[in-house]
């Protein structure tokens, strides 16, 4: 039971960050905001969305909401490898859900297929550093839920105001943002070169948090 409502949480979570994103950007859009407004509103949305899903599942699943995240916990074996694959299935089909439900509150086609291409090194670069400083977040403050429930927040935010990226260090979101037609899309021919960039980025995140902070350690400063 308690696997359960863990997979469930994760689902939900991911689904909330997601509406938070897409949703933002269809009432941008809607509003006729300029590209900074924009982008600024919508990385306010994201963290508001990431930090009360946070709060909520943190007790629950641990809040990972994230492939990235449940991979590195699977190398930490904080998690056993049958959890690790259930919470990816979850974390996907709540980010297309949510995306889905987005859609749909701002009256868009439900099932969208996003033409925003994002090629380039730079977009690479860009998201295994975004990728990498949030897996180092979670693990400096392994057992400050606190903590991690505002900078993790605080860090995506900052990072899509300056990341080339717009920081999606998520993929599964990644994979949700596939369907919609909303700025905040994602073309399917650029979802395997995100997706890369964030799993590398994850495990320079880890490798980072083992030489300079220890994860199996405590760190409340």
Same mark, same amino acid.
């Given at each position: 039971?308690?696997?359960?409502?863990?997979?469930?949480?994760?689902?939900?979570?991911?689904?909330?960050?997601?509406?938070?994103?897409?949703?933002?950007?269809?009432?941008?859009?809607?509003?006729?905001?300029?590209?900074?407004?924009?982008?600024?509103?919508?990385?306010?949305?994201?963290?508001?969305?990431?930090?009360?899903?946070?709060?909520?599942?943190?007790?629950?699943?641990?809040?990972?909401?994230?492939?990235?995240?449940?991979?590195?916990?699977?190398?930490?074996?904080? @998690?056993?490898?049958?959890?690790? &694959? *259930?919470?990816?299935? =979850? !974390?996907? /089909? %709540?980010?297309?859900? $949510?995306?889905?439900? +987005?859609?749909?509150?701002?009256?868009?086609?439900?099932?969208?297929?996003?033409?925003?291409?994002?090629?380039?090194?730079?977009?690479?670069?860009?998201?295994?550093?975004?990728?990498?400083?949030?897996?180092?977040?979670?693990?400096?403050?392994?057992?400050?839920?606190?903590?991690?429930?505002?900078?993790?927040?605080?860090?995506?935010?900052?990072?899509?105001?300056?990341?080339?990226?717009?920081?999606?260090?998520?993929?599964?979101?990644?994979?949700?943002?596939?369907?919609?037609?909303?700025?905040?899309? @994602?073309?399917?021919?650029?979802? &395997? *070169?995100?997706?890369? =960039? !964030?799993? /590398? %980025?994850?495990?320079? $995140?880890?490798?980072? +948090?083992?030489?300079?902070?220890?994860?199996?350690?405590?760190?409340?400063?």
């Amino acid at each position: 039971m308690k696997q359960q409502r863990a997979v469930i949480m994760e689902f939900l979570g991911t689904a909330i960050l997601a509406v938070g994103i897409v949703g933002s950007g269809h009432m941008l859009t809607s509003l006729g905001a300029d590209n900074g407004l924009e982008l600024f509103v919508n990385a306010l949305a994201t963290a508001i969305a990431l930090a009360i899903a946070i709060r909520i599942g943190m007790k629950i699943s641990g809040s990972y909401f994230n492939p990235a995240v449940s991979l590195v916990m699977l190398l930490l074996k904080k @998690i056993k490898f049958k959890i690790f &694959l *259930l919470y990816v299935v =979850a !974390q996907t /089909l %709540g980010a297309i859900s $949510g995306t889905i439900l +987005a859609n749909f509150m701002f009256n868009q086609q439900v099932l969208a297929q996003s033409e925003i291409s994002r090629d380039g090194s730079n977009l690479f670069l860009s998201e295994i550093f975004a990728t990498m400083v949030l897996l180092w977040i979670i693990l400096r403050f392994p057992k400050r839920d606190d903590l991690v429930a505002i900078y993790v927040p605080l860090w995506i935010f900052g990072a899509i105001l300056f990341t080339s990226s717009t920081s999606f260090a998520n993929p599964a979101i990644t994979v949700g943002r596939v369907f919609t037609s909303s700025i905040v899309g @994602i073309a399917p021919a650029s979802v &395997l *070169l995100f997706i890369i =960039a !964030q799993l /590398l %980025g994850g495990l320079l $995140g880890l490798l980072v +948090a083992k030489q300079i902070t220890n994860p199996d350690k405590t760190n409340d400063e």
